[in-house]
């Protein structure tokens, strides 16, 4: 997954976590011979613990490539290997206990509970009772389901999310070091899917697999993978990350399939904490005015279109105050947090960092660490240059230099503080 360290709570770092390399050399599927190969010399390598999305129109060979990895459909021609070892010489039923696998209808057994869904494979390789259970509820709290509430649940009685959660979980409960993935978000509604999305990419940073994932998607190829497989009629059209796919695509095909909006779409891939932001000009409550005054003299804080912005002790944003309001105080007012709007928490991707300036009108975002502490501030202009600074948008317009406050409308900052 691009950018960030791994975290590792205590349940995460207790799962072991294997990885492995993925290979594909010239794999060919032919159902007849009378018809064209639904696979057609497939060569691709997916390095140990990263994403590789497989994308492209219906019928292009997706779903035969992935059922080829664990031996639900046997290639034609042509070989595959994990970490070396041809899949060819693995028995086909011991080789899927470790090839994880995840599908649109997720396919839970209606007549087990949650914890004996996800226990199966486990099971099947003879663990003990007990490394069963505690295996089965870490699982289920890393999928953000309470084990005490879940375990005794029925399919049936899960929503639709919860059941693909289940799913995921399934998949990954007997540690395998591959993971196929064949849309398994496209049956529920935006909203969910967002959230298994997000939900997946925690998972994977926290417990890295080696993952190959269908979709026809492009937004959500661009948001999952570390490099993007595009197919046409059994071909390989180009491998490549999702910030080189956007900039420089192969050919008409691939230019087309990413769409015209491909800027826009490369703002998915950077996150706050990775561009430049404007120094935060930090008050605090209760600090006296002519201490203010002597810093912005001395250079230590700048204004942001003339704004200053007011912090509790612990650099927590509350309120813009415009400078002119100096004049009429001797000490910064003690306001309350919520002027600040929006506050963003610097791992937000550009694109939902300039949706959340929209939604609040607002030239400047306040971006926060994992504490809330303000460190720094970001407009559109800055957007914009993070994203040239990423070589995503090739050469657009000159760049805009000011930090003006009309920058996005320029009501904010200004209302808040007078209020
Ligand atoms: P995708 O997942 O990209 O939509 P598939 O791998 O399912 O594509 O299908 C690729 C091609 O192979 C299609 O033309 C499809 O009709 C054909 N195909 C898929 N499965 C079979 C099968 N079992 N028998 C014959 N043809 C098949
Ligand atoms: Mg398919």
Not at 181 to 199: C, G, H, K, W
Not at 389 to 414: E, I, V
Request: glycine share 8%; with cysteine; proline share 8%.
């Amino acid at each position: 997954m691009a950018g960030g360290e791994p975290t590792h709570t205590p349940v995460e770092a207790s799962l072991r976590s294997s990885a492995g390399v993925l290979e594909l050399r010239e794999v060919t599927k032919r159902y007849s011979r009378d018809s064209p190969p639904a696979v057609d010399g497939l060569s691709l390598t997916v390095p140990a613990g990263e994403v590789c999305v497989l994308i492209g129109p219906s019928g292009c060979g997706k779903t035969t490539a992935l059922k080829m990895i664990n031996r639900l459909i046997e290639p034609t021609a042509g070989e595959i290997l994990i970490d070396g070892h041809s899949v060819r010489e693995r028995n086909p039923a011991k080789l899927r206990r470790e090839i994880g696998y995840v599908i649109q209808q997720v396919g839970l057994l209606p007549h087990l509970t949650v914890f004996a869904n996800v226990a199966t494979v486990p099971r099947l390789l003879g663990w003990e009772k007990e490394r069963i259970r505690v295996r089965v509820r870490e699982l289920l709290e890393l999928i953000g389901l309470d084990p005490d509430e879940f375990s005794g649940r029925y399919p049936a009685q899960l929503s639709g999310g919860q059941q693909q959660r289940v799913g995921l979980a399934r998949a990954l409960a007997g540690d395998p070091p591959v993971m196929l993935m064949d849309e398994p978000f496209s049956a529920v509604d935006p909203i969910t899917r967002e959230r298994l999305q997000n939900d997946f990419l925690r998972l994977h940073r926290a417990v890295p697999k080696t993952v190959v994932f269908v979709s026809h998607d492009i937004d959500e190829a661009v948001k999952m993978a570390d490099r993007i497989a595009v197919m046409r009629e059994g071909h390989l059209v180009q491998y490549a990350p999702p910030s080189e796919l956007l900039a420089h695509p192969a050919d008409e095909f691939v230019a087309d399939f990413v769409g015209a909006d491909r800027a826009l779409k490369s703002l998915s891939l950077t996150r706050v904490e990775e561009i430049e932001l404007i120094p935060p000009p930090l008050v605090r409550r209760g600090e006296p005015v002519e201490r203010v005054r002597a810093r912005i003299e001395r250079g230590e804080i700048v204004p942001v279109a003339d704004h200053l912005l007011v912090a509790d002790e612990d650099d927590h944003p509350l309120d813009w105050l415009p400078v002119p309001r100096l004049e009429a105080l001797q000490a910064i007012p003690s306001v309350e947090p919520g002027g600040a709007e929006p506050v963003i928490d610097q791992v937000t991707t550009l694109r939902d960092a300039l949706s959340a300036l929209f939604e609040a009108n607002a030239a400047y975002g306040a971006v926060v660490d994992e504490d809330g502490r303000c460190i720094g501030l970001v407009g559109a202009a800055e957007i914009a240059a993070g994203l040239r600074q990423a070589g995503t948008m090739g050469s657009g317009p000159a760049p805009a230099t000011s930090h003006a406050p009309a920058t996005l409308g320029g009501s904010r900052p200004a209302a808040g503080a007078d209020g």
